[in-house]
DNA sequence: CAAAAACCGTCACAGTTGTTACACCCGGCA
DNA sequence: TGCCGGGTGTAACAACTGTGACGGTTTTTG
């Protein structure tokens, strides 16, 4: 097994190789490959197991019992798959995992995932980053769903990012039809609204350029006090 | 230190009390006493403790920068504060937290909660547990505030409510203006669905009982499906 | 380089929700 | 008993958002 990938990886960070090494061989852990098309877990399923994706990618698809499909996460290489799930009371897929492509993954039962932790203090504080940093995202993307208005999660979203970017003009990260669906709004919607608080000078729009131009009158709409 | 009180709370739960007494003991844990309106955690501080509550309760608030709070949540003991955000980068109190009343909590500093759930296996166990359910509680309100319509947000929340207490006629946990709160809608809003529901026949609605008449079509409705 | 795909801006209209207001009921409490 | 306060049911109207559709632009890709 390739251990100097896994190294790279946010949840081996840190370790030595050696000790990594030691840990695996402990817990017998072993690769496993999903060819394209192949499920790596099924919705509802109970989550008894860690997989962590080496190299390929996932689809995670909500399927319903209608057998439509509602949602879908696509997630990359190298990262885990529903970490924040693994434990608690009643944990189950929240989708159906599937193999993109050629996917490489290391699967580690739920005991061994705790075994591993207790065996290596620094796994430890990588794997309980990695949920809260998890958690924040949620609880973050919680917060904006509960705004009332679109202008509202507008105004909170781009003071985010001007805060994040250090500077009043912001780079949007994502196509605007993705940020209408990020939102949980249609995109004629949030176009609309975009349109509407350039005329009153709230901001400058220019293809993914957005400029804060009002600032204290953005800051009172995240605030929710208008 | 009364540790027996600590023995029943979730986090402690399944240990014993000689092994709890020598993980504190060697990590130098005290008990601290904060007055009513004594301030536990500044809102936006860098979460670099877990605070454990023993007795009494706390009032979660959200302050805007104009000085208006936002929203509120009760904490009662024994209970966590924050505890899915002491790990992560870039983790703050999401909220300011003040004692309502007398309360005792002890405080075990970030490094020695890592040190502490090394220790003992059952105790990371439920340390992660508790993250997990916490999580899932989360992504489950994320869920519903996702959906679009109010009846969904409804269907959702009364198969969910009929699956949990095992009855097609179930009993609303909350006032409907809690419960109208906890959608994020308007009171009238919630109740004209609640009417418009009963009047087309999906469920009927006396006080607080709530019977599902209609499972399928309130199915498909939660499935979006319509 | 050209065709396909994705993205963008905009519109009219319909549907859902929030607002505000009023009447009612019920339990606690002086 | 009579005055609250909280919770409830309902209504009219305004505001906001979604839908569906169209044409134009940019980006991707063979």
Do not use: C, W
Not at 101 to 109: D, G, S
Not at 133 to 159: C, E, G, P, W, Y
Not at 182 to 207: C, D, H, K, N, W
């Amino acid at each position: 097994m390739n251990l100097s990938i896994l190294l790279k990886t946010p949840l081996f960070h840190g370790l030595e190789e050696s000790e990594l090494e030691r840990i695996f061989t402990e817990l017998k852990v072993t690769e496993t490959t999903f060819r394209k098309g192949e499920v790596l877990a099924l919705q509802d399923e109970p989550v008894n197991r860690l997989i962590l994706l080496l190299t390929g990618s996932v689809k995670g698809e909500m399927t319903d019992p209608s057998g439509k499909v509602a949602k879908v996460e696509d997630i990359e290489a190298p990262s885990p798959l529903a970490i924040l799930f693994l434990f608690g009371h009643d944990n189950r897929f929240p989708v159906q995992a599937t193999a993109r492509e050629q996917t490489a993954a290391i699967v580690i039962p739920k005991p061994s995932v705790l075994r591993m932790l207790s065996m290596n203090e620094t796994l430890l504080k990588n794997y309980l980053d990695i949920s809260a940093d998890f958690a924040t995202r949620l609880s973050r993307k919680l917060n904006l769903m509960s705004l009332r208005t679109i202008r509202q999660k507008l105004a909170v979203h781009l003071l985010g990012l001007s805060k994040q970017q250090g500077s009043p003009t912001v780079t949007l990260d994502k196509p605007k039809s993705a940020l209408a669906e990020y939102f949980g709004v249609a995109r004629p919607s949030l176009e609309r609204e975009i349109t509407r608080m350039q005329e009153e000078g709230l901001i400058r729009a220019q293809q993914k350029q957005v400029t804060i131009l009002d600032r204290p009158a953005l800051t009172l709409l995240a605030d929710g006090t208008l």
